[in-house]
C-alpha cells in the first residue's frame, strides 16, 4: 500500500470536512501567510519548498516545486533552497547538544 499518492493532493481541500469552523480558519490565515506582502509570491514559494522538504511533506513538496517551476524558479535555485534547510536542521540538531552537553557535565561532577 502507497500511503502517499499524488491524487491525494486534491483532497487537500477537504481536510475541514469534518471541523469546518478550524478548517475555515486554516485556510484563512494559510491565505494569508502566503498571500501578498514584503515578500515575493517567488520568495514565499521558495520558502514554503524548503519547509516541506525539511518536514517531509510530500504533497507540500510536490505542491511547492510546481509552484515554483510556474514562477520560473530554476532547478538549482530550489536546490540551493534544499541545502539552506539542511544546514538548518544539521545546525538545530547541533545546538541542542547543548542540552546533552549540560547533562554530561552535570554528571560528572
Not at 511533506?57 to 538549482?76: F, H, M, N, Q, R
Request: charged share 25%; with cysteine.
Amino acid at each position: 500500500m502507497n500511503y502517499y499518492e499524488p491524487k491525494d493532493l486534491d483532497d487537500f481541500p477537504n481536510i475541514g470536512e469534518w471541523a469546518a469552523q478550524q478548517g475555515n480558519k486554516f485556510f484563512e490565515y494559510y491565505g494569508s501567510a502566503t498571500g501578498p506582502g514584503k515578500l515575493t509570491e517567488r520568495e514565499k514559494s521558495l520558502i514554503a519548498l524548503t519547509v516541506a522538504m525539511t518536514q517531509n511533506c510530500p504533497y507540500c513538496i510536490d505542491a511547492y516545486t510546481t509552484k515554483c517551476l510556474s514562477l520560473g524558479v530554476s532547478d538549482e535555485e530550489m536546490m540551493e533552497a534544499a541545502h539552506v534547510g539542511a544546514a538548518m536542521m544539521a545546525g538545530v540538531t547541533l545546538a541542542h547538544t547543548t542540552q546533552m552537553r549540560k547533562i554530561i557535565k552535570k554528571k560528572e561532577m
